[in-house]
């Protein structure tokens, strides 16, 4: 029997699995996992053995916790991604990601304007002042964040189910898009990294950045057994370019704004300083701030390996991946108090006790949390890094963090596979999504504080996991029938 009349025929195709440039064999199945996997062992290395000793109260702990939450990652991913038990694949339903894209890139161009003017004050990205004074620029939007209208950045976390996909479907679902989807997909990933550049802000450029580049090392993982040399050599050298593009960017933005907050802190009164001076103060601010309780390990193997050139921005980035380790370890010398799923998200914590008429408790339940526990300690989350773990933990645990990193590694493999094998466009965006708190597990909450991405992922999270329970359940009627 057919199940196709139960679908809107214009939203849901049937069949025709996937087309996707990948084979869901060999190493294409884990490359997900060692990318945004390996970043996590990274960390956890550099903490150990990197150039910042952050003097931890209880080292051993912490790393135990550390490599447990990486094996638990690991082992529930390849749990998913085990073996091709899927069947009826000819009949598996998905949204069309073409009617996605068209809904997708609509709603991100009517709020485009306005968010670009609410968060930089002008109504179209002024990407010459984010490249040559990313200070002012960072300065700029970090004012108009905190004074302007929430009212616009409400509805972009409203539309945040239909704005998500559209970059995932745009590098990972090329094949399956018409033309005009293309050229929708492109000019919204353009207008978003411009929008980031004007800001002055990295972490946007980085996140598209990174997803582009675990695109390339995909499709090279993919290419080495049919030995497509030519496709494997170009999607290199665009891994290259971008590496090379986001370490220029990073750096130039990073010391524009180092050096606005040393000219802010020596007074105005004060001479400008030349810019070899300058140059020198950001460096050794970048070195020798002593990184909120950390110090410098001379002898570490780094200073051994990084070009002498490279090592401000070394230790620097080393401070951004290993900073998190020093509040997690605090949070793990606190007793646990139980927040009960209040814990996990700022946004819905604050939101849910808003609507339940109990807003008054919220201070009360964020003291409860490990966050508000290791602030109330010296260590101010938001301010600092504090890992993704303490904010689960909040509310399971610690042992439990670990049982929910083998559910979080399950829905990583799980998201990964449909991907490939069926074009699933839920699927992709659920797996975006996943790659950035991997990415930032060593760092914080990525998908939960912020309400975009956490109603975002929340929503197409939910609706991948029915569809998916859907089709299965059909399948195993059919198998009965």
Request: hydrophobic fraction near 50%; aromatic fraction near 12%; glycine fraction near 10%.
């Amino acid at each position: 029997m057919s199940r196709s009349t139960s679908w809107p025929s214009r939203l849901v195709l049937v069949g025709d699995p996937a087309g996707s440039p990948f084979e869901f064999a060999g190493f294409t199945k884990l490359v997900p996992l060692v990318v945004c996997g390996g970043v996590f062992a990274l960390s956890i290395a550099l903490g150990l053995f990197g150039p910042i000793d952050w003097r931890l109260g209880n080292p051993v702990a912490v790393y135990v916790f550390l490599v447990s939450c990486l094996v638990a990652l690991t082992g529930g991913y390849l749990f998913a991604v085990r073996a091709n038990q899927l069947s009826h694949a000819d009949n598996y339903r998905r949204i069309d990601p073409n009617a996605l894209m068209v809904l997708g890139a609509a709603c991100f161009l009517l709020v485009f304007p306005f968010v670009c003017y609410a968060t930089t004050g002008k109504w179209f990205p002024d990407v010459v002042m984010g490249l040559t004074d990313a200070g002012r620029a960072y300065a700029t939007t970090k004012l108009l964040n905190e004074t302007s209208s929430p009212t616009v950045l409400y509805v972009k976390m409203l539309l945040s189910p239909a704005t998500t996909p559209v970059l995932p479907m745009t590098l990972f679902l090329w094949s399956r898009l018409k033309p005009y989807s293309r050229v929708l997909g492109v000019g919204c990933v353009t207008l978003s990294l411009a929008l980031n550049v004007s800001q002055g802000t990295a972490n946007g450029f980085a996140e598209t950045c990174g997803i582009a580049i675990l695109f390339f090392t995909l499709v090279i993982g993919a290419s080495l057994k049919k030995g497509r040399r030519r496709r494997i050599l170009l999607a290199a050298g665009a891994i290259i370019l971008i590496v090379a593009l986001f370490g220029t960017y990073y750096s130039t933005i990073m010391t524009s704004r180092l050096s606005a907050d040393i000219e802010r802190a020596q007074g105005s009164s004060q001479s400008n300083p030349t810019d070899a001076k300058r140059s020198e103060q950001v460096a050794a601010t970048m070195v020798d701030v002593g990184y909120y309780g950390g110090q410098l390990r001379r002898d570490s193997v780094f200073y051994a390996v990084a070009p002498k050139g490279l090592v401000p921005l070394g230790v620097l980035l080393t401070s951004y991946l290993t900073q998190g380790f020093k509040g997690l370890s605090i949070a793990m010398d606190q007793p646990f108090t139980s927040t009960f799923g209040l814990g996990f998200s700022e946004f819905f914590r604050h939101n849910i006790l808003k609507f339940t008429g109990h807003a008054q408790d919220e201070p009360a339940v964020v003291a409860s949390t490990y966050a508000g526990k290791i602030t109330g300690a010296g260590w101010p989350v938001g301010q600092r890094w504090a890992t993704f773990f303490i904010h689960p933990a909040s509310d399971v645990g610690f042992p439990g963090v670990v049982l929910l990193m083998v559910l979080i590694g399950w829905a990583f493999g799980a998201a990964w596979r449909d991907v490939v094998m069926f074009g699933d466009p839920l699927a992709t965006s659920v797996f975006i999504s996943l790659c950035l708190l991997v990415f930032y597990l060593s760092a914080n909450n990525q998908l939960f504080q912020g309400g975009e991405r956490a109603i975002g992922f929340s929503v197409l999270l939910v609706a991948w996991l029915a569809m998916r329970r859907r089709w299965r359940w059909s399948a195993v009627r059919d198998d009965a029938g």
